[in-house]
């Protein structure tokens, strides 16, 4: 009988889903007006909203150090997920200068984040 148990354990563990691992399809970045820039993200395997939402900050971050800013503002991220295509509208502004509101990101501080968790950038 004990046998039979350890047998079962076994093939339940054989059985389980792994966790799936995020791919992410790209980056397209436009500049509407000045400091307001617009990021269109794709990805595969997110494990919800927050995982795309992720992938524009994360964008967002490494384009105003490309730009010579140190700070990006969050304005909003529409997120679609269509058939397993998950796709991410952000925008952001960016500046030299701590941007007042909320959703303000230190783009160095964040591209650093994104680095160690695996997250690319523009």
């Keep these: 009988m004990l046998a039979l148990s350890a047998t079962a354990s076994c093939d339940t563990a054989q059985t389980r889903p792994s966790a799936a691992k995020p791919v992410y399809e790209g980056v397209d970045t436009r500049l509407l007006d000045g400091d307001l820039v617009n990021f269109h993200v794709q990805m595969r395997g997110a494990r919800g909203p927050d995982?795309?939402?992720?992938?524009?900050?994360?964008?967002?971050?490494?384009?105003?150090?490309?730009?010579?800013?140190?700070?990006?503002?969050?304005?909003?991220?529409?997120?679609?997920?269509?058939?397993?295509?998950?796709?991410?509208?952000?925008?952001?502004?960016?500046?030299?200068?701590?941007?007042?509101?909320?959703?303000?990101?230190?783009?160095?501080?964040?591209?650093?984040?994104?680095?160690?968790?695996?997250?690319?950038?523009?």
């Design 51 to 122: 995982d795309v939402e992720s992938y524009g900050e994360c964008a967002a971050a490494q384009y105003a150090l490309i730009r010579g800013y140190g700070f990006a503002r969050h304005v909003r991220t529409n997120v679609y997920d269509e058939g397993g295509l998950w796709r991410g509208d952000a925008v952001y502004t960016i500046s030299a200068a701590l941007p007042r509101g909320l959703k303000t990101i230190d783009a160095e501080v964040t591209a650093l984040a994104c680095a160690e968790n695996g997250i690319p950038m523009v």
